[in-house]
């Protein structure tokens, strides 16, 4: 949301387009940021997790700009200041010394929050899309909440398998 400028809601409708750009602007920050996540990453399975979610987000890059031209708009982003800070404090992992088991308990602890603030993100704006009466759009960004969750579970997964432990014992 703009500083200076005051965002005008006079539909659901308008809400929708407003929470698609903002979610527009934060999967592109990530297709940035996921590669990062990936080279930081000394778990191979860590890494295979950050770059396969890094295809998968492409992905969803993709279903907003169908979504965008299923509602007859441009596919526009408005800054995302929260992924913006979650993309921030991901590169304070990246950039960490120490040991590398717990550098890795700490890039998925980030990239949880991540995943946790995109679910937010695409359950609204999906209920969002379903009382505007268009289940299309809502089944489109019900897909990328599916696979959002999918890459919490796995990282939870990951985490609890070895890492975490590994981290404790370093
Ligand atoms: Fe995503």
Redesign the pocket.
């Known amino acids: 949301m703009g500083l200076f400028t005051s965002t005008e809601f006079d539909s659901l409708e308008c809400l929708l387009i407003d929470q698609l750009q903002d979610l527009y602007d934060a ?1 592109n920050r ?1 297709v940035d940021a996921l590669p990062k996540m990936a080279d930081a990453a000394s778990t191979p399975e860590l890494k295979q997790a950050f770059q396969s979610h890094l295809q998968e ?1 492409k992905g ?1 890059v993709n279903r907003l700009e169908q979504a965008f031209k299923l509602l007859d708009k441009s596919a526009q982003s408005k800054s995302c200041e929260a992924m913006k800070g979650l993309v921030k404090e991901g590169e304070e992992m990246i950039d960490a010394k120490g040991d590398p088991a717990i550098k890795d308990a700490a890039l998925i602890a980030a990239a949880q929050r991540v995943e946790h603030y ?1 679910m937010a993100g695409y359950g609204s704006a999906r209920n969002f899309a379903q009382r505007c009466g268009r289940p299309d759009v809502a089944d489109l960004l019900q897909q ?1 909440l599916q696979e ?1 969750g999918d890459a919490d579970k796995k990282l939870s997964q990951i985490a609890e398998s070895s890492i975490n432990a590994e981290a404790a014992r370093a």
């Open positions: 999967e990530l987000t969803q995109e990328t959002e």
